[in-house]
């Protein structure tokens, strides 16, 4: 037998402060380690076994990674399994097994090899010779050899080994249990009706494998102590908006492999998931686990134990960011003008020039009759140009405040020269008094002429220098990258945040579109790991350093970069930002919209479109209902059997990634395909299509529910006069959440 060398990979970097992060880390050093020493998970050795027990055994003698708060049993779960790592092949797959004295599992095999080391207490295990008997049902067991596993010591089993296991003593045990495969990669293992044995059945994964915890308590410290941290909620978006902790970024469990990536792109990020109640978060993070997170872990009780601690609960949408609108207003008391006065004015003749700060496509659905679509980011760079006299009032409005206020104050510290006001409560003010918006409108943004552009650069300079924006070369730009790649270092996020246009027309190859404006307002759709590096692009001079800093006073290290214009570094692509799908399952089946539609007419199959209540309502596979994806699984269950499910999405990519991701179980014995390219891809083979909200079967889990999209009018109004109140009484709800990160200029 040849021997395997432990001198394998070299320790990990000095270790953060929090338990959790530093039990990743030890982790994430033993897998190293582990497919170092044991290369062929399939084909192990003697010798590569016993190596990797050893290297377990270190792993389980830092018992102070793996402190009982974080891996909890009780009397209602008096055994608990904990995953700790896993590949997305199943293969490494390792645990922390925890029971209160007394736990007992009957014989059974593992169909791969194991290793199991203690951490605390005592795990009696006992090995059992297997015979055939007669009856071909029943196999006999001898017990042949007894093995105690406690700290510093392992046991190695082979695929065909039958034990027991029984944990001893007074103490609570924690044991690690190393496989080669996942615990719902084994459907061959059996266990035992005794222990002398008998007739045996195939069994299944232990029913709710969990994930590190951590509490309320701690996870509102961990929030502020200015380590990265991302807190995902994983409900559908919907219930998110109804009921949540401020700093958690929405991140549905059904899409995360679409959005995980760019949401937390370092894989070594802390990463906190929480939902309602425990839940439907272990789920979520066994997905991110076998997608590489390393460092992840679960609100324990969700988002009600969070309320249960007293701490403070948000509702709605873009909530810092909102937040961070009404905190400007209140202290640096944004002037206002409301809608009678602009009215008033507008018919009058006065100077004025109104702007809607809103992204385009917003300004296209709905705007005031004579406004100009000049979206956040772009306001310093371009108002020189629609409001060069300085006697003009300067009007900013959106649909509601947040952008109103933001767009205002913003200009306000630029300096411009002009008497600059928000609309009080925007387009919603200006329906609620009696008023009508125009649609379909487009206005063009207006280019800089070089003496303004050289102005716009001045005031931008000026405000972004006041809130600690840095202006950062290639060289260091680099460093960061690599550093983050490696994940030896914090994350980066790097944003072009210019117009749709300019970015597809030509941007740095791996930076993302992120138009200032709705960077700065839906901060957490784009960046949800708190404490990241944030670079913005800068080619003008103007809308990175504007945007930065207003990022920068909203409590992000931001830093500004301008492109060379010659050279590698200046290379730029074209087209819109690619998208990848991250895949922690096999692929399911597709089928196309031509064979799709002939499964329909023959009623073989149902449709259920899972994308968003609001693409759905403007276009739909005719006879699709809509299902808010976490809601998709109890909806299956309740179909007629032998029934097929059809799976749609917009251009099928969601709905492919679901189908694949719903195990046995969940498919209730029905046949779950995607459509091939979705509703353009039915669309463009001339199949009928629905419109409106009738087959929405989950009211608003899916969205939070706008206003705009009430029919009624006076339920419109009661939902504008509700959102307003609501915003309004974010200030209050700051103070009592306490640390932000919010520091505002003066």
Excluded at 44 to 54: D, E, K, N, S
Excluded at 305 to 333: D, M, R, Y
Aim: proline content about 6%; charged content about 20%; overall charge negative.
């Amino acid at each position: 037998m040849t021997s395997t060398p432990l001198a394998i990979v070299p320790a990990p970097s000095p270790a953060p402060a929090d338990t959790g992060s530093r039990r990743a880390a030890a982790v994430a050093h033993f897998i190293a380690s582990a497919r170092q020493l044991l290369p062929d998970p399939a084909q192990p050795t003697a010798g590569q076994l016993q190596a990797v027990a050893r290297q377990l055994e270190v792993l389980a003698q830092q018992r102070e990674l793996f402190p009982e708060k974080d891996f909890t049993v009780d009397a209602d779960h008096p055994a608990v399994v904990y995953r700790l790592s896993e590949q997305g092949d199943g293969s490494y797959a390792l645990y922390l097994s925890a029971g209160l004295p007394g736990k007992a599992v009957l014989p059974h095999d593992h169909t791969t090899w194991a290793i199991i080391s203690g951490v605390q207490g005592i795990e009696r295990n006992i090995f059992y010779r297997r015979d055939q008997t007669s009856d071909p049902a029943r196999d006999s067991l001898t017990p042949e050899r007894t093995v105690d596993v406690v700290v510093g010591n392992s046991v190695i089993l082979s695929p065909t080994d039958v034990h027991t296991i029984e944990l001893l003593g007074e103490q609570t045990g924690l044991h690690l249990h190393f496989y080669g495969r996942g615990l719902d990669r084994m459907p061959e293992r059996v266990v035992f009706e005794t222990r002398s044995g008998g007739s045996y059945r195939t069994f299944s994964a232990p029913a709710g494998i969990r994930h590190a915890r951590i509490s309320a308590t701690e996870l509102k410290a961990a929030l502020a102590d200015g380590d990265e941290i991302a807190l995902l909620d994983v409900r559908d978006a919907g219930v998110f908006a109804r009921r949540h902790i401020l700093f958690a970024a929405s991140a549905p469990l059904w899409r995360l492999p679409l959005e995980i990536d760019r949401l937390v792109p370092r894989r070594q990020t802390r990463v906190v998931l929480t939902d309602g109640d425990e839940a439907v978060a272990h789920a979520a993070a066994h997905q991110l686990v076998r997608l590489g997170w390393t460092n992840v872990s679960v609100l324990a009780g969700g988002t009600d134990a969070w309320a249960a601690a007293g701490l403070e609960i948000f509702s709605g949408t873009n909530v810092p960011s909102k937040a961070f609108g009404e905190v400007i207003e209140h202290e640096k008391h944004t002037p206002w003008i409301t809608s009678e006065e602009l009215e008033r004015s507008v018919q009058a003749g006065e100077n004025v020039v109104v702007v809607d700060s809103r992204t385009p496509e917003e300004f296209a659905a709905f705007s005031l009759p004579f406004a100009h679509s000049v979206p956040g980011a772009e306001l310093v760079y371009r108002i020189g140009e629609l409001a060069p006299d300085p006697a003009t009032l300067v009007v900013v409005n959106c649909a509601g405040r947040t952008r109103s206020i933001v767009g205002a104050q913003t200009l306000i510290d630029a300096g411009i020269p002009n008497r600059v006001v928000s609309l009080r409560n925007g387009t919603m003010d200006w329906l609620l008094t009696g008023r009508e918006l125009a649609h379909g409108r487009q206005t063009p943004l207006p280019e800089p002429s070089p003496e303004n552009l050289a102005t716009a650069r001045e005031r931008a300079a000026a405000v972004a220098e006041r809130a600690g924006v840095r202006r950062i070369d290639a060289a260091t730009l680099q460093r960061w990258q690599d550093a983050a790649e490696t994940g030896q270092e914090r994350t980066l996020y790097r944003f072009d945040v210019r117009t749709r246009e300019e970015y597809q027309a030509g941007h740095l190859e791996g930076w993302r579109w992120a138009p200032g404006g709705q960077l700065v307002q839906a901060t957490d759709e784009y960046a949800a790991t708190r404490g990241a590096r944030i670079v913005l692009a800068d080619w003008d001079g103007v809308r990175a350093l504007t945007t930065g800093a207003w990022l920068a006073q909203l409590g992000w290290d931001v830093s500004v970069y301008t492109p060379p214009t010659h050279g590698p570094q200046s290379t730029r692509v074209t087209g819109a930002e690619p998208v990848r799908v991250l895949a922690p399952n096999p692929p399911a089946p597709q089928v196309a919209a031509t064979q799709a539609a002939k499964w329909l007419s023959a009623g073989q199959a149902v449709v259920i479109d899972i994308d968003h209540r609001a693409a759905y309502e403007k276009g739909h596979i005719a006879a699709a209902s809509f299902v808010a994806p976490g809601s998709l699984v109890q909806h299956i269950a309740a179909l007629p059997a032998g029934q097929a499910v059809l799976l749609a999405s917009g251009d099928g990519v969601l709905a492919h990634s679901i189908a694949s991701g719903l195990d046995a179980a969940q498919r209730s014995g029905h046949e779950v395909v995607s459509v091939l390219g979705g509703t353009q891809a039915w669309r463009r083979a001339g199949l009928p299509i629905g419109q409106g909200s009738e087959g929405v079967l989950t009211g608003d889990d899916d969205q939070s529910y706008s206003p705009y999209l009430h029919h009624d009018l006076a339920l419109r109004n009661a939902g504008f006069v509700d959102y307003l109140e609501w915003e309004l009484g974010l200030v209050a709800q700051l103070a009592r959440e306490g640390h932000t990160g919010i520091q505002l200029i003066d």
